[in-house]
């Protein structure tokens, strides 16, 4: 099962009795960029990848408002969650009032490194990687991110620029235009190539990202 840490929880129901999907969490809060958001989540989903997206940090709990005004609405409050067990992986999204918003949250942080410890996948991309180092997660090892934020990063970590990067099960990119590979990425670390390989040619994805 998938997380996604963001102001927004989407469950597929359906394919939480599927074997060998995975669950996904997403956590998001105000001021998210939304086509990592939207990109991601289509891209997961059509793997039948349950996705749950869970709001933090909003100043209308009702929706989270993104960078360009969208209004998201979310599936449940992050803090209401209280199995972390069933998921495989959590995505932290991108954005720079977005990423402070997370990084600075020590219920993320808690989260983000608990998952770690327990040997689960640890993702975010553009300037949400600022919340893999606030967790202290996998110091000294491979990372990326927007560049905005390189300077954040690059003394505590192997800084590359590659556009995704995964390293002891952290996985990170760089923006809005890596948001695909890098779902893709997730797809593949969770289900396998196969399966990527199917979902990328029912997308028609160029053969080079």
């Not at 963001?6 to 060998?20: F, K, P, S, T, Y």
């Not at 954040?152 to 952290?170: A, F, G, I, W």
């Not at 990119?173 to 990425?185: H, N, V, Y």
Request: a neutral charge; aromatic letters at 4%.
């Amino acid at each position: 099962m998938f997380m996604w840490v963001v102001a927004e929880l989407i469950n597929n129901i359906e394919n939480q009795l599927d074997l060998g999907y995975g669950r996904a969490s997403m956590p998001i809060p105000d001021s998210m960029i939304i086509p990592d958001k939207k990109i991601k989540l289509s891209v997961l989903r059509r793997a039948q990848i349950d996705v749950t997206v869970a709001g933090i940090t909003l100043q209308n709990e009702n929706y989270a408002k993104c960078n360009r005004g969208v209004k998201i609405v979310p599936d449940q409050s992050l803090s209401n969650i209280s199995n972390f067990d069933i998921y495989d992986v959590i995505v932290i999204p991108g954005g720079l009032n977005a990423a402070k918003a997370i990084s600075s949250n020590p219920e993320v942080q808690k989260l983000l490194a608990s998952m770690h410890q327990a040997g689960k996948f640890v993702a975010a991309i553009c300037a949400g990687t600022l919340a893999i180092k606030s967790a202290n997660i996998n110091k000294g090892g491979k990372i990326t991110s927007h560049p905005i934020v390189k300077a954040d990063l690059e003394n505590e970590y192997s800084y590359q620029e590659d556009r995704v990067v995964v390293d002891n099960k952290v996985v990170t990119s760089r923006g809005p235009g890596t948001a695909l590979l890098f779902a893709l990425t997730i797809v593949e670390l969770l289900l396998g190539e196969e399966k990527r390989n199917e979902v990328s040619n029912h997308m028609i994805v160029a053969s080079i990202l």
